[in-house]
């Protein structure tokens, strides 16, 4: 397999490439300058669009219109509880854009409900059908958990892990990856499977930096997706005393100096790093304005400022207090939750 990491291209590009003084407004329109890398079906587009909270309204119309402003990269799951209609708006976007399947890059996630040696096949055919196509490219185990069992996973993650190698094998996804895991849970894991994973998604975002944690995947050539990009803007999580990190001063003011807005400059510095984000939103506006952080670009002194606030060390996403499991042990704003 190549590596799924060489994703340097655009990283260079948002780094590389100095400009003076404020630049131009980044146009809202769909454009034609985007997506600025071509498909290949080893490499996850770094701007991905995300699906979690979509359930009523217009959900196919959003999927929809991403595809057609230039997203490439949806990122699914079963417990999102909307793959019918995510697929629905898959298959609209292909229509609209003349675009085929193979144009895209589709991610799904295996629920924790159905871990196991013997689970994981039916659990990735009822998303296959949900969402209409024929393959995945990607499959992540969505945590290292399996809800028969909270308290004791360790078998059962490897058990479900080797599954999902089968399942690759039988190129019903083309790669396997996973989610939420722990330092000693990913270590284990790389010492019981020939299959390592290709990418790993977790949250990150300015609040939540995870640096060390981030060069370990770069070592072991696991690609990095940042999850809740946006930080708690997801209105299911819980704000705290934290500023919303749209509206940090440190983001808002670059923003304002390099002509994007919040929400592109949070996006194009997890980009810079090298991770892929994958932004959610049903506002068509800001699902373009999210596609345009590709063309937002940071300068090393903005990099300098952003890293400053990873002093916060916020975690938004910890259910280990309801599942009784102890999660994210050993990184930041990690453990169980009182
Ligand atoms: N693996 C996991 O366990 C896991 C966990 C969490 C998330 N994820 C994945 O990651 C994706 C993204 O994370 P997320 O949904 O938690 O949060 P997010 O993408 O960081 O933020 C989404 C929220 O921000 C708002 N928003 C989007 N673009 C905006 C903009 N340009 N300006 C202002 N507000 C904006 C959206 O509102 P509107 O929709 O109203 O526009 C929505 O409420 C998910 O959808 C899911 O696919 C995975
Ligand atoms: C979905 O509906 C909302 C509210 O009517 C609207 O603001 C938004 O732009 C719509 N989204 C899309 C992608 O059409
Ligand atoms: C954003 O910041 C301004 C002042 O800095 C404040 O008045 C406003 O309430 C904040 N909005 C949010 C959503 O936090």
């Known amino acids: ?52 909270n979509m359930k009523s309204g217009n959900v196919s119309e959003a999927v ?6 230039g997203y490439r990269h949806i990122d699914c799951a079963a417990a999102y509880g909307n793959e019918e209609l995510v697929g629905r708006g898959i298959a609209d976007g292909l229509i609209k854009t003349g675009l085929t399947r193979e144009d895209l890059w589709i991610t799904s996630k295996l629920w924790n409900d159905h871990h196991g040696l013997n689970s994981p096949e039916a659990a990735l055919d009822t ?3 949900k969402l209409g196509v024929g393959y995945l490219d990607l499959y992540h185990m969505h ?4 809800q028969s069992s909270f308290g004791n996973n360790r078998i059962e993650y490897l058990d479900t892990w080797a599954a999902m190698g089968l399942l690759m094998e039988k190129g019903r996804t083309r790669h396997i990856g996973i989610s939420n895991f722990d330092p000693s849970q990913l270590k284990d894991l790389l010492a019981h499977t020939s299959h390592p994973p290709a990418v790993h998604q977790m949250e990150l975002h300015p609040y939540l930096q995870q640096r060390d944690w981030l060069d ?4 072991h050539g696991i690609h990095v997706t940042a999850y809740s990009p946006l930080a708690g803007s997801n209105p299911t999580y819980d704000q705290g005393d934290l500023p919303q990190l749209l509206n940090n001063t440190v983001l808002t003011k670059i923003a304002h100096k390099r002509g994007c807005t919040p929400a592109q400059v949070a996006l194009a510095w997890g980009m ?15 699902i373009t304005e999210n596609l345009h952080s590709l ?25 280990s207090k309801g599942w009784k499991v102890d999660l994210y042990k050993g990184l930041e704003d990690g453990g169980a939750k009182a």
């Not at 340097?8 to 590009?13: K, M, R």
């Not at 945590?143 to 399996?146: E, F, G, N, S």
């Not at 370990?216 to 070592?219: G, N, R, V």
Request: aromatic share 6%; proline share 9%.
């Open 64 to 69: 929809s219109w991403a595809i057609q402003t």
């Open 143 to 146: 945590w290292p958990v399996a």
């Open 272 to 286: 810079s790093r090298g991770t892929s984000v994958i932004p959610k939103s049903q506002h068509a506006e800001r």
């Open 1 to 52: 397999m190549k590596s799924i990491t060489a994703l340097l291209p655009l990283v260079a590009q948002t780094l590389a490439v100095e400009s003076n003084g404020p630049a131009a407004q980044i146009p809202l329109e769909p454009s034609t300058i985007l997506p600025l890398d071509p498909l290949t079906l080893d490499k996850i587009p770094l701007l991905g669009y995300g699906t979690w």
């Open 127 to 129: 998303t296959l059908q």
């Open 295 to 319: 063309a937002c670009v940071l300068k090393e002194k903005d990099l300098e400022k952003l890293a400053k606030l990873g002093e916060e060390r916020h975690r938004f996403n910890n259910p």
């Open 216 to 219: 370990f995947h770069t070592k």
